[in-house]
């Protein structure tokens, strides 16, 4: 299905439905499995030599990690992506891309630049973590994705803070590349 893209600022000023009421099956089996992936991945990078390197970033890579406490606060953010666990033979089992610039703003986060750039909004889920519900835009394309429409591009996360100042969105399962995708961001003026 091609994907409509919508202009963001629209987005933001609709009042969101629960996140139930949004949420694909698809996603919501992404969602029931989101342990599986963390397992399997980090399994797959240890096994690829990768284990100083996870063991190196703490908590950003500990499933349980997360911390009850302050949301994140609109504004900039600096944020950089590590994918972990080759979908495919041959693939990377781990790969850290340095930092990009997202943006959180209304309830909806937006990573500004790269050449995969997720947006979409994050939904209060339980005392510890939010749900992100969004799509990829790739490349030079203009405007953001709308969510439910492309099953390629739909994405689901898990957003929780996990330090002063630090969060991170765990992206179970994503359609491409990689069994977990793990997005940090930190304030842009930290």
Request: proline share 8%.
């Amino acid at each position: 299905m091609l994907a409509s893209f919508v202009d963001p600022a629209s987005l933001a000023a609709k009042p969101p439905a629960g996140w139930r009421t949004v949420i694909t099956r698809h996603d919501d089996n992404r969602l029931r499995h989101w342990r599986d992936a963390w397992t399997e991945a980090l399994a797959k990078a240890r096994a690829a030599g990768a284990g100083p390197r996870i063991d190196a970033e703490g908590v950003l890579l500990q499933p349980d990690a997360a911390l009850g406490g302050p949301a994140a606060p609109d504004g900039l953010y600096r944020c950089r992506v590590i994918k972990i666990g080759a979908k495919m033979p041959g693939g990377l089992d781990y790969v850290a891309y340095p930092g990009f610039r997202c943006r959180i703003a209304h309830g909806m986060l937006t990573k500004l630049d790269g050449s995969q750039r997720p947006v979409g909004r994050l939904y209060p889920m339980d005392n510890i973590r939010m749900l992100f519900l969004g799509a990829m835009a790739l490349g030079d394309e203009a405007g953001e994705i709308r969510y439910g429409d492309d099953t390629e591009r739909d994405m689901l996360g898990l957003f929780e803070r996990v330090g002063p100042n630090r969060w991170r969105l765990a992206l179970p399962y994503p359609e491409w590349e990689s069994l977990l995708d793990v997005m940090e961001l930190v304030p842009a003026d930290k």
